[in-house]
């Protein structure tokens, strides 16, 4: 593949890639805020978000095309009014008091959020979760026992739901039943010794994972075969196909010096872009 290039430098905590509306968003956890980038690499704040410190804020959309986006601390999802103002989606505290991660919403409005389990860096590993949060409010649980809850996907066809399981070094899908419960848990890919954060799917029927240790984003198959790697000078966090045919790849990646380095404000990180050998496909 093509040598990666730059498409905008000096973000101080990249994540959650999203392509929408001819443009890539992308979350900056260390200034909370939410950026949206062309082609050209012209950025535009979107959203500041005024919370304490840092924290995860990953998003999606709606299919009415609201957006949603994760408040980890508080255990909420928040709404972007047609104003810019944020109201509650949804309360996640009932379903658990630790850290949310990552969102996935498919065609019929389904939510997902995963956590850890745990508050990473002063707590024990405990194995994560996903939940759901209806179109109608109602939140519940999902799946269970995952170890470390990163990145989600979802097929084009609505009918399965994979996550990235960091600590346990695998891809994992669910079947999605008809009131958005996950069934079927099986083992998509076993990655060996990679450590998938942010992945997508693409047209071939394979997902691209980003990982943070081993500096590099990889395209796999189901079962774990290796089609493409895509290697960098730093951590790669996430990644999401866009552009005009969806053949971009976009990947968010920083210097990583471990974990009580997280919030640092030093500025390494970078959103880079090569060219796929399929278009996306599903959510994100």
């Known amino acids: 593949m093509s040598k990666p290039q730059p498409l905008i430098t000096g973000l101080s905590f990249g994540e959650s890639p999203r392509w929408h509306d001819g443009r890539?968003?992308?979350s900056d956890w260390g200034t909370r805020e939410i950026i949206a980038v062309d082609p050209d690499g012209k950025s535009e704040v979107m959203v500041h978000l005024n919370f304490p410190s840092f924290q995860a804020i990953c998003m999606d959309w709606l299919p009415d095309g609201r957006l949603l986006i994760v408040s980890s601390a508080d255990g909420t999802l928040l709404c972007r009014q047609p104003d810019g103002t944020l109201?509650?989606?949804a309360n996640l505290r009932g379903l658990s008091d630790k850290g949310w991660n990552e969102?996935?919403?498919?065609?019929?409005?389904?939510?997902?959020?995963?956590?850890g389990g745990f508050n990473l860096g002063s707590e024990p590993f405990v194995p994560g979760m996903i939940g759901l949060v209806t179109p109608d409010g109602s939140t519940r649980?999902?799946?269970?026992?995952?170890?470390?809850?990163?990145g989600m996907a979802i097929t084009a066809d609505n009918s399965?739901?994979?996550v990235a399981e960091s600590y346990a070094?695998?891809?994992?899908a669910f079947d999605i039943v008809a009131d958005g419960s996950l069934s079927n848990r099986r083992i998509w890919a076993d990655l060996g010794d990679g450590v998938p954060?942010?992945?997508?799917?693409d047209a071939g029927n394979a997902i691209w994972y980003a990982d943070v240790p081993n500096k590099c984003c990889k395209r796999v198959r189901e079962g774990g075969e290796v089609l493409q790697t895509v290697e960098l000078d730093r951590g790669c966090f996430a990644c999401a196909l866009g552009g005009t045919d969806r053949k971009t790849l976009f990947i968010v990646a920083r210097e990583w010096r471990g974990l009580e380095n997280t919030a640092n404000q030093e500025l390494t990180g970078q959103v880079l872009t090569v060219q796929a050998p399929a278009a996306g496909v599903g959510k994100p």
Do not use: E, H, M
């Open 160 to 162: 399965t739901l994979i």
């Open 87 to 89: 109201a509650t989606y």
């Open 103 to 115: 969102i996935v919403i498919d065609s019929r409005g389904n939510t997902y959020v995963n956590g």
């Open 24 to 26: 890539l968003w992308v």
């Open 197 to 201: 954060d942010g992945i997508c799917v």
């Open 169 to 172: 070094k695998k891809l994992t």
């Open 141 to 150: 649980q999902v799946a269970d026992g995952i170890a470390f809850p990163n």
